[in-house]
């Protein structure tokens, strides 16, 4: 029997933009339409891309072994977590993905974008997100969000004009890729966010169920 496959669905923002307070409820939405739901992140994902994680966010490295570990971790998470969930039909709702490589690498590190995109052909060129919101804060609302609530990876105590370019590369994908990539106000209330989204994810589940997304 033929299974419908799964939408791929990924957040994306700043840290402190407010993403990841919104990872769970997103999934809790799409569960109580019926939808089977698998919630992941990256980097991370599966068992080895834990353990790059770690590596990654704590310890200095060249920028190239900094991309190519991202692009490691992506390839195992794709292979082992987010290929087989879509395939049997599942819903991945994956906090970060491909984005945030062009973002933080590309713009914040400035490796620009033309060895990230051999990497993505090299990796996932027959899968990108269905839908990915970008949760956009100004630099100054980010940093006082994060505050001193917990320590910083090494990503988090980048300088301002690090951030300043992280943002700019992700309003230049959004801008490359305005029918997947969609901009979220972050700076008003979590009701309002979430009154946004509700109207997004109801016309997502009907574009999915009517089959316009394969």
């Known amino acids: 029997m033929h299974v419908q496959r799964g939408c791929f669905i990924t957040l994306e923002g700043l840290d402190g933009a407010g993403k990841s307070t919104h990872v769970q409820w997103l ?57 087989p969930a879509l395939h049997a039909g599942k819903w991945v709702v994956c906090d970060r993905f491909t984005d945030a490589t062009y973002a933080y690498q590309g ?43 917990r320590d910083l990876d090494r990503f988090e105590q980048e300088g301002d004009a690090f951030f300043e370019r992280t943002r700019h590369a992700y309003h230049e994908r959004a801008r490359k890729h305005p029918q997947r990539l969609h901009i979220i106000d972050s700076t008003v209330s979590i009701e309002a966010v979430r009154r946004a989204l509700l109207l997004q994810i109801d016309e997502l589940v009907s574009a999915h169920q009517e089959g316009s997304i394969q």
Not at 52 to 76: H, I, N, P, Y
């Open 27 to 83: 999934v809790e939405q799409l569960q109580s339409r019926g939808l089977p739901v698998v919630s992941t992140r990256e980097p991370g994902g599966s068992i080895l891309g834990e353990q790059l994680r770690q590596l990654v966010l704590t310890q200095s490295m060249d920028l190239k072994t900094e991309t190519l570990l991202m692009f490691a971790g992506r390839c195992e998470h794709l292979e082992t977590v987010i290929r």
């Open 107 to 149: 713009g914040g590190r400035q490796l620009g974008e033309d060895r990230i995109s051999a990497l993505e052909q090299w990796v996932h060129a027959d899968l990108q997100p269905d839908r990915t919101w970008l949760f956009d804060v100004p630099l100054e609302v980010a940093r006082e969000r994060l505050g001193n609530s």
